[in-house]
């Protein structure tokens, strides 16, 4: 399988020798050589992703007659193997795609609070919360609904579902060559995976990682065996399940066999709102995306931000006060739409979103203190894909176990890492998530509600065709990476690579300051300052993949330089 991938790996090389196809960073060792593509620009189909193991495998999907749906199958289940922080089987995600004949779907995947799970669920005896129990070990697991929702969106596919999962169970069982960045992050975490997992997963060895190490995932292997065989009953049902339920049962999980058996994924009515001629399509709830980036980019619309020019102090104030209130509404209002009725269409409508910005003040920065929730009546690890097809089929997924790693439990026997999505709940009012965000009631842990995500796959139409689709992981950054992606395209007319290279900053309202990346620059930094701002400098924010379909029919698909994402196309 390392062969064949290398062959095509080499043989994309040659083919993208056409204009404006760019491999800068080498990433060859061991006998598999592997180069990062940042960017392709071709005409038939793309694939961007986090890896280029993964992208490649959807290329090649696509170039068999696979359609858009299917190489964004087999590109998740690749990532579920060559890139364990974040692909995966034990996690969830969303999908969002515009299909050829016009027809735009939603499929929701969210992980699930478990049958017992309740609102108190990581309190003590005296009502403090314990978060370490959300976010590490069996007791952080929802109830995974990646595998569901493949076979929700196989439905879309045309390609046997075997076909699609067999380069990564080739890919489990024969072993693919680790990067360095990987190298580091299963380095990084080999304390937490000894301490959450009752028997050594094979994320440990005993000598450090390093890059060009092979990884070979026998039990992932034999889990992706049996939902070749039996379908989604091989992970739901069956050995998985129980192997699940055993993993559970050696720590303090509670998910059990029927939580597995009865998890399904949901099509849901996709959120469609127009900007400036444009139309965006965005994941609705729980994916807060649905409601945050709507109301941004009405909140922007008519100010101008082209003239206030791209990253000025002026540009990124007003972009931070848009944030800050989207991100106070946030915290009151979402959650799993299921449980809450949470007021959309007034929380996105026009009228609302101008009473918003009545007290916007160009200079000087707002205090989130003042700034609450509208007053309406009450009635690190991610990962993103984009894919297009010569059909005209755009998809956008994002998925995630969480955190890094997520709850750095492997299920034994299993070989796939379960989410830590429980800390995504607001798990008491006022006490912040790892990502820093509160929440409120409407976000409370109930026995088989989804909690609320950040994640915002989007797809940009123009003329009712797919112009441009975008995605990021980032934790709450997510949204406003999205805003900022599309802002940088619609508005200041960059390049791909710039708009999604480019630094990035981020506000969500509480705490109460600007997170900037390193290269965001230091005279805008200043000028913010004295209007008030803070400013606190983080690692980086995203990972952004965008394709975009320019009007002569060319598809420019770009990978964030951020990581390794790469981008495969023909
Ligand atoms: O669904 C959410 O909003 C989070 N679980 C996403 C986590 C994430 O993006 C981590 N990546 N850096």
Redesign the pocket.
Known sequence: MIRYFSAVIAFSILLCACAGNRRNTVAGFGPYHYSIQKKVVCSNGAVVSAHPLASEAGLQVLRKGGNAFDAAIATQLVLAVVYPE?GNLGGGGFLVASMNGGKALAIDY?EKAPADAHKDLYLDANGNAITALSLNGPLAAGVPGTVAGLFQTARYGKLPFKDLIQPAIDLAEKGYTITGAEARGLNRNRESFISNNSSRPVFVRAQEWKAGDTLIQTDLANTLKRIREEGQKGFYEGQTARLIVEEMKKGKGIISYDDLRSYQAKEREIVSFPYKGYTILTMPLP??GGVLLPQMMKMIEDRNVKALGFQTAASVQLMTEIERRAYADRAKFLGDPDFNKVPVATLTSDAYIKKRMQDYDPSKAGVSTAIHAGDIPES???THLSVYDKEGNAVAVTT?L???YGSKTVVAGAGFILNN?MD?FSVKPGVPNM?GAIGAAANAIAPGKR?????TPTIVLKDNRPYIIAGT????T?TTSVFQTLINLLEFDMSVEDAVNKPKFHHQWLPDLIDVEAAFPQSVRDELIKMGYKIRQRGNI?RTEVIRINADGKIEAVGDSRGDDHAAGF
Do not use: C, H, V
């Open positions: 974040a969210r994916a807060s690190e690890q991610t995630t969480n955190d890094s999505e995504d990502y909690m609320l995500s950040s994640m992981p980032g934790g709450t997510i995203g």
